[in-house]
């Protein structure tokens, strides 16, 4: 009686090898060898194989090569072999057939093919992270290493498991690529679990951007599960670390006689969904501390008690929250309207003191330099 194992064997042989437009009778010997328990002679095995419906039958049984190294990987003439293609209906057959000579030791052929054959993907998941996070890795430095991703994955596949090479390879690729931007891309590299915070929280804020929302600091913090704090360390890191580039590099590669830090100017850097003063360059603080006095003087100047009152709140100049009429009115006892005539009539007279052209310039508010 023939073992139900044996039997189960063989009846998977199909699925092992599913391309019947070529098979190497090498492989075929065995995996039928390994499920008899006995060495079957390669006479049998291509009767077997024909039986099944296999055409083209490789019956070159020599021994396998070697396992390459990374010089082997580097020195591979890959022009050549990309013009040999097995016929196989989708690239997820093709990545099974290469897979499943690897697994017999036909290292050379197998694993080159599966590199070659999987650069594009290499390549599309590098492009998508040639701006992320404003790194200064080149697109053929995330494609090399990428591939060296590719590689992990190939060393590191099981066959048996029900899942598609390609699958299993984009994760290898993606995450070998964000850890060469975390360790490399950066001018000041950034601890792992803070790179993820600010990543994160990037994320969060672009998805209320595209919902037509402002973000808001409280409500993301609830959503992330994390607190005000580490929030407002991850945004400075976003921006002290994550948005510099290093002035010394040359500003062409072409022509390496200037640097970027020779026409630079001091840039403030917009932060989405927080403005705390360590966001901003410090001239510019400095710059908008005077108006903001000069302003407030004018006011305490020429404008009645409540006239003030109303300025002061409607603009935030006692916490940087601007009030809303009617949260002003229920303070002072008056009507939404009421409050909205005294504001107009305020902000007349103050136009009329600082629009002279000799002082203009003086009540300016001071904004972030663009460009140089």
Known sequence: MIPHSLIEKLNEFEKKFPDKTYIKLLNAKNYISEAIGKDVSAEHIKSYLIAKGYQEIDDNISSPNDELNLD?????????????????????????????????????????????????????????????????????????????????????????????????????????????????????????????????????????????????????????????????????????????????????????????????????????????????????????RDVRDRIRQIILEHLKPREQEIIFERFGFYDNEPKTLEHIGQSLGLTRERIRQIEAKALRKLRARITRKEVIHDYQWPEQIIGG
């Open 72 to 288: 082997d990987i580097l020195n591979m003439d890959w022009s050549k072999k990309r013009n040999y293609q097995p016929s196989v209906e989708s690239q997820g057959t093709l990545n099974s057939y290469y897979l499943n000579e690897l697994s017999f030791g036909d290292n050379t052929i197998g694993f080159e093919r599966l590199v070659v054959e999987n650069q594009k993907l290499v390549q599309k998941i590098a492009a998508r992270y040639q701006n992320y996070i404003n790194h200064q890795l080149s697109y053929d430095d995330l494609v090399s290493e990428g591939t060296i991703g590719l590689i992990s994955a190939i060393h590191k596949f099981d066959i048996n498991k029900e899942v598609q090479f390609s699958t299993y390879a984009v994760w290898w690729i993606r995450q070998k690529i964000i850890r060469a931007i975390i360790d490399t891309g950066t001018t000041i590299r950034i601890p792992v679990y803070m790179f993820e915070s600010v990543v994160k929280i990037k994320r969060a804020e672009l998805a209320c951007l595209l919902n037509d929302q402002r973000p808001n600091v409280a409500e993301l913090c609830s959503d992330l599960d994390i607190n005000e704090e580490t929030y407002k360390k991850a945004k400075i890191v976003e921006h002290q670390f994550l948005g510099i580039t290093s002035l010394d590099q040359y500003a062409s590669t072409e022509e390496q006689d200037t640097e970027i830090g020779d026409f630079v100017s001091i840039e403030s850097h917009k932060v989405l969904g927080g403005y705390h003063k360590e966001f901003f360059n410090p001239s510019l603080l400095s710059e908008q």
